[in-house]
């Protein structure tokens, strides 16, 4: 797709936010725009100025994820894109919800001072049965009406999701088989590193977790490495169900992770300001308590540095090694009333 400038053709180029749902539907969206001709644009990895950007243009209470994204925004904005992607989110499955911040997020980018391109903003709403070929018409209207080729695009993308997920849940697999392999101290034991794609995925603002995780020799999961049938089978566990689709993704991995037979903790890697972490934490904590299973809650905004983070890592790592040496045994690690007279195990 083109545009004339000056006399020359020049390609259309429509701008994705590297944040959000970006780090979940990247594969999607991209191939969905490739597949049509049009070219895609994808904002820099997050870096403090995206971020001080970002937190100029909202308001100090908004969570950290969505002072990001306006960050990018305003960052494609200044490169000149064409249109700017921004889908307005409200449920990707039935019976259940995306944060409320997802639907506003068109909103909210207009009535910031950012001097923003068109918009694409389809409406995603799988509980109310939205029309897969109307969200589809308005992903592509600026540049084709010629349905066959849209809904070609449509299966090709879909296919290229498919695969980026089965990927991830490979990954798992082979994590899974490390101890075997592996004979360091901290060879047999995982870490599952509970988070949203958005946190989980950008090295910035997790100060590179997952890395560090590594360099210590865990194994460190994500929720994205449970497959989608799994965590749904397992939240039948559960009493009720559950309201938002990221505290159920959370909350079926917790389920299908305390079946792992090694040694392993959890790490809740959260925003601050983030009202579904703050009541699935509660739930997800209880679970691990019961079952005796070490976890510890990072809380991240734009002041938390990378020492500190660290430290914690790295003392929560050893004491799990060392639960099961006697003299180290006097503080629980997984919350359990420190007057208790049962001794842990
Ligand atoms: S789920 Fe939490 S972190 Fe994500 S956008 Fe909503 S409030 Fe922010």
């Not at 870096?47 to 990001?68: M, S």
């Amino acid at each position: 797709m083109s545009k004339v400038e000056g006399g020359m053709k020049l390609s259309l180029k429509v701008g994705l936010p590297r944040a959000l749902f970006y780090q979940t539907y990247h594969p999607l969206w991209r191939t969905f725009y490739a597949a049509l001709g049009v070219e895609t644009v994808v904002s820099p990895e997050t870096n403090k100025a995206i971020l001080d950007q970002g937190v100029k243009c909202v308001v100090d209470e908004t969570c950290l994820p969505v002072k990001v994204f306006f960050g990018h925004a305003a960052n494609l904005s200044a490169a000149g894109v064409d249109y700017l992607f921004v889908p307005r989110m409200v449920s990707v499955e039935k019976k259940a919800y995306i944060c409320p911040k997802f639907m506003g997020l068109p909103d909210m980018l207009k009535a910031s001072n950012l001097k923003l391109p068109p918009l694409i903003m389809p409406v995603i709403n799988l509980v109310k049965a939205t029309d897969l070929k109307s969200i589809l018409w308005d992903c592509a209207a600026p540049f084709t009406g010629n349905w066959s080729k849209i809904k070609n695009a449509w299966q090709e993308a879909w296919q290229e999701q498919k695969r980026h997920e089965e990927n991830l849940i490979e990954e798992n697999l082979i994590k899974k088989t490390k101890g075997a392999l592996d004979t360091s101290d901290t060879a047999d034991l995982t870490i599952l590193v509970l988070g949203h794609d958005y946190n989980l995925h950008d090295q910035y603002l997790n100060m590179g977790l997952l890395e560090k995780l590594r360099e210590l020799g865990c194994a460190a999961l994500t929720p994205a490495q449970t497959s989608r049938k799994e965590r749904e089978l397992q939240l039948k566990k559960f009493p009720r169900s559950i309201f938002w689709t990221y505290g159920r993704n959370l909350l079926g991995s917790v389920y299908s992770f305390l079946q792992y037979p090694e040694r392993k903790g959890v790490i809740m890697l959260t925003s601050f300001g983030c009202g579904i972490d703050s009541f699935m934490g509660n739930l997800i904590i209880r679970r691990l308590v019961e079952k005796k299973i070490p976890y510890l809650n990072v809380i991240i905004d734009e002041h938390t540095g990378e020492g500190g983070l660290r430290t914690r890592i790295e003392a929560f790592v050893d004491m799990i090694q060392w639960r099961s040496d006697y003299h180290q045994n006097y503080v629980s690690a997984y919350g359990q009333y420190l007057g208790s007279t049962e001794r842990n195990a």
